[in-house]
């Protein structure tokens, strides 16, 4: 079974201040790994995914994430948040090879407030 | 690209009516589907899959159902709802390569009175 930690369920920040939010992950297998963000009564949105290949990953609005093998991370970062960026974030991880559902499982999430 | 549809968008039901939410996918075909529940202040929770045309696999046992009528058409349901059934329901979709690759639609908020 896999699971996901993320460090942080809050994250204060003021605007254009750096931000990083920390995922953790546990699984036996190899896994993709995924970062989503969710504004207010919205739905997910993608912002990146590490799929293979170069454990630096860039997504949408600015954002980043590193793949982490050995500490078994992915972490989000964003070297200048915006008012907008006010929103929750989730880590997720999906097991490589196994075929039945192609299952996503969700950390708890991680709410940033980016404070004027 | 795909697009997710999913109606309505709020709905507000008293206790024991039924439930019937609709997801309807656009721009592929052949997807995974899934539902997954967010009570207020807590994570995602799925609650069923289907990898085809009338193949559903749940999750968690609960006071739910859910359908696939056709490829594109993801149906979740209820006979009687409860108070605890009250939350905010999406409909993702995964398909590509890898189809680990979901993308949701906007939602639906469920209030039960």
């Known amino acids: 079974a896999q699971s996901v930690t993320q460090l942080d369920s809050q994250v204060p920040v003021f605007e254009e201040a750096p931000v990083e939010l920390r995922c953790n992950y546990s699984?036996?297998?190899?896994?993709?790994l995924f970062w989503y963000v969710q504004y207010p009564n919205q739905g997910l949105q993608l912002l990146l995914k590490?799929?293979?290949?170069?454990?630096l990953v860039k997504g949408i609005n600015g954002f980043e994430a590193e793949f982490n093998k050995s500490q078994t991370s992915f972490h989000l970062r964003k070297p200048s948040v915006h008012i907008s960026d006010t929103a929750e974030y989730f880590c997720?991880?999906?097991?490589?090879?196994?075929?039945?559902?192609?299952?996503?499982?969700f950390g708890g999430g991680t709410r940033v407030l980016v404070k004027p | 690209s795909q697009t997710i549809h999913q109606w309505p968008a709020t709905l507000v039901q008293p206790v024991g009516s039924p439930l019937s939410l609709e997801c309807t996918v656009e721009?592929?075909?052949?997807?995974?589907l899934y539902w997954y529940r967010q009570a207020a202040g807590r994570g995602l929770q799925l609650l069923f899959y289907?990898?085809?045309?009338?193949?559903i696999s749940s999750e968690v046992p609960q006071n739910l159902s859910a359908s696939r009528p056709q490829d594109r058409q993801f149906i979740l349901s209820s006979k009687k709802l409860l108070l605890s059934d009250s939350g905010f329901y999406l409909c993702?979709?995964?398909?590509?390569?890898?189809?680990?690759?979901?993308?949701f639609g906007a939602g639906t908020r469920l209030s039960v009175l």
């Open positions: 993702a979709c995964g398909q590509g390569s890898p189809r680990n690759i979901q993308y």
């Open positions: 590490y799929l293979s290949g170069s454990t």
């Open positions: 699984s036996s297998v190899s896994v993709y």
């Open positions: 721009g592929t075909s052949n997807p995974n």
């Open positions: 289907s990898v085809g045309i009338g193949q």
């Open positions: 997720a991880v999906s097991d490589q090879f196994k075929a039945a559902g192609n299952k996503l499982t």
